[in-house]
T-cell receptor, first 117, second 116 residues
């Protein structure tokens, strides 16, 4: 089982619709959960992060976290063609190596979202 | 300032060349990271530095040699690379306490590397 799994894409939605992106994770020690947007050839851009159960809203974006179900999602309302990109779910766990604690991000494979006019 | 900068943006090198990638941040972060991202794949962690010391090497081949000369600067020295090493190389930084906190990891724009 992969550590972080995202719903397989690509996902295509019409402009103005709600895009729903899902992610499950296997490590119950995971602390924080991140959604990155990545345009082709560019670096990941942070959309949102969430660490408490429930919903977190920021503009057109809502992240939802359910730790009991090990599930995190991202909803994009009023989708725009400019939202077309690959969306990466990332999970942070605390690790220790050589006496040093550090945070490690594990990424899902990404979901390609296309918003068509 | 929440910016991580990387130079160069693009790099083309032959298999016998020696080159270096540079990453800089001025946010006071004491943890810095190198990631490698192949096309249509997620970023893969390569190295983690904390307090300018190498903490993690994710079994990266020795043709990649990281260096952290000071708290703001991270280099990746490249030597005798293979064509399959062509990828987007990303640098990131976090506060050192990020492992237990709720801050985020800041990515640089990346260096697109092509090995001929």
């Amino acid at each position: 089982q992969k550590e972080v799994e995202q719903n397989s894409g690509p996902l295509s939605v019409p402009e103005g619709a709600i895009a729903s992106l899902n992610c499950t994770y296997s490590d119950r020690g995971s602390q924080s959960f991140f959604w990155y947007r990545q345009y082709s050839g560019k670096s990941p851009e942070l959309i949102m992060f969430i660490y408490s159960n429930g919903d977190k809203e920021d503009g057109r974006f809502t992240a939802q976290l359910n730790k009991a179900s090990q599930y995190v999602s991202l909803l994009i309302r009023d989708s725009q063609p400019s939202d077309s990109a690959t969306y990466l779910c990332a999970v942070k766990v605390a690790s220790n190596a050589g006496g040093t604690s550090y945070g490690k991000l594990t990424f899902g494979q990404g979901t390609i979202l296309t918003v068509h006019p | 300032d929440t910016e991580v900068t990387q130079t160069p943006k693009h790099l083309v090198m032959g298999m016998t060349n020696k080159k270096s990638l540079k990453c800089e941040q001025h946010m006071g972060h004491r943890a810095m990271y190198w990631y490698k991202q192949k096309a249509k794949k997620p970023p893969e962690l390569m190295f983690v530095y904390s307090y300018e010391k190498l903490s993690i090497n994710e079994s990266v081949p020795s043709r990649f040699s990281p260096e952290c000369p000071n708290s703001s600067l991270l280099n990746l020295h490249l030597h005798a690379l293979q064509p399959e090493d062509s990828a987007l190389y990303l640098c990131a930084s976090t506060p050192l306490t990020w492992y237990s906190g709720t801050d985020t990891q800041y990515f640089g724009p990346g260096t697109r590397l092509t090995v001929l």
